[in-house]
């Protein structure tokens, strides 16, 4: 069954360096999406992404971030400059057109900044 | 703006009792209603959705959740809860004038289930 996978699984960096955390969704998919979730906190929307471009962004994706989908198979996600507040766990989820915003998701990167 | 609900942090069921967690949702029309489940240290899968129609939907892993209008409600529930059923438990709305892009979740419910 397809899924979707992300890498890494864990990331940990500094504060102030920039992190790339990489998605490979679904192959037929065509919507992506990214969302966080803190340490015991809910599960927060960061961006959705269709046709090569944002289609909605919530107000923690800040100028911090960007999105990408360099090669037509990843979709990434980058954080400037990180602080101490992006740790978090990162999810990728991708849907199929049509398909009234079912996503599947990701197993998800934490990603640790110190 | 759109919010969701769930009133339970968490909830303790013995094995084989029924269960039912509440979500209430705070939207203008009838959104997207989905209910999802991350067990510890994966992500999060679909257990069911609602967009139209019946409002007693049906999902994986014997789960079914209704949709009342009235109560701006879509409680999930199962009959007879297995132990494998531990896990974090998340209601989550889609904004259907937006094509759905943004998904709002609920603050989870974590299930315990006792033997």
């Known amino acids: 069954e397809p899924e979707v996978t992300q890498t890494p699984s864990h990331q940990v960096t500094q504060m102030g360096q920039e992190v790339i955390l990489r998605c490979v969704p679904i192959s037929n998919h065509l919507y992506f999406y990214w969302y966080r979730q803190i340490l015991g906190q809910k599960v927060e929307f960061l961006v959705s992404f269709y046709n090569n471009e944002i289609s909605e962004k919530s107000e923690i994706f800040d100028d911090q971030f960007s999105v990408e989908r360099p090669d037509g198979s990843n979709f990434t996600l980058k954080i400037r400059s990180t602080k101490l507040e992006d740790s978090a766990m990162y999810f990728c989820?991708?849907?199929?057109?049509?398909?009234?915003?079912?996503?599947?998701f990701g197993p998800g990167t934490r990603l640790t900044v110190l | 703006a759109q919010s969701v609900t769930q009133p339970d942090i968490h909830i303790t069921v013995s094995e084989g009792a029924s269960l039912e967690l509440r979500c209430n949702y705070s939207y203008g029309a009838t959104p997207y209603l989905f209910w999802y489940v991350q067990s510890p240290g994966q992500g999060l899968q679909l257990l069911l959705k609602y967009f139209s129609g019946d409002t007693l939907v049906q999902g994986i892993k014997g789960f079914e959740a209704e949709f009342k209008r009235s109560q701006s409600s879509f409680n999930l529930r199962k009959p007879s809860v297995h132990w494998s059923d531990a896990a974090e438990y998340f209601c989550?709305?889609?904004?259907?004038?937006?094509?759905?892009?943004?998904?709002?979740f609920g603050a989870g419910t974590r299930l315990f289930v006792k033997a």
């Open positions: 989820a991708s849907g199929t057109l049509g398909s009234y915003n079912e996503q599947f």
């Open positions: 989550a709305v889609g904004d259907p004038n937006t094509g759905g892009f943004k998904t709002i």
